[in-house]
């Protein structure tokens, strides 16, 4: 397997050379079911689960990202196609967009019922190695209820090493 991610406590998904995209899940009694989900023409090499609304982001080997609903198995039409290999994926806080990483570049998409919309790309500092992208969640301040104000998450922060030395680069 070349791609997995974890949904929940109980279940991993699983993505395979031969474009199959599978799901771990363990049972109440603690045994483990191996089950296919999804079959692509190209080898999974990426995967992002959303928390809340359980969708998955697929990148083959193509550099083609797809979204899937994992709540009723359909895969959207709108594929969205990106020059080089996908090295980090993210959901924003809301789940309305997700962001791609590639080499030198970050990709933006809206998330759709019909699939991946693309909405830009700008360029990116070179992350140290291992690094993810993270969503700054700024919280309300004056009410300290905890409200993210950052829902579309607009501000992303990588560990760079642009400057010659590591630090938080906000894109």
């Known amino acids: 397997h070349k791609a997995l991610a974890f949904a929940r406590d109980e ?28 079959q692509g023409d190209a080898a999974v090499r990426g995967i992002a689960v959303s928390q809340e609304r359980q969708l998955l982001v697929l990148v ?21 196609e990106l020059p080089d290999a996908v090295v980090d994926i993210a959901f924003s806080p809301s789940e309305s967009r ?7 570049w970050i990709h933006r998409a809206l998330v759709s019922p019909g699939g991946l919309i693309r909405v830009d790309a700008l360029r990116a500092p070179t992350a140290l190695g291992g690094s993810k992208m993270v969503f700054d969640l ?9 409200h993210i104000s950052d829902q579309s998450g607009d501000r992303v922060l990588i560990l760079s090493r642009d400057s010659g030395f590591a630090e938080l680069a906000e894109l």
């Not at 979204?67 to 594929?79: E, K, M």
């Not at 997700?98 to 030198?104: M, N, P």
């Open 11 to 38: 279940q991993v998904y699983l993505g395979a050379e031969n474009g199959m995209l599978q799901s771990l899940d363990a049972d109440r009694t603690g045994s483990w079911h191996l089950r296919n989900v999804w």
């Open 98 to 104: 997700v962001i791609f990483r590639t080499a030198r």
């Open 60 to 80: 083959d080997a193509q550099n083609r990202a797809r979204l899937l609903d994992s709540t009723d198995g359909r895969i959207g039409a709108a594929i969205l």
């Open 138 to 146: 700024q919280y309300d301040e004056p009410a300290n209820d905890g």
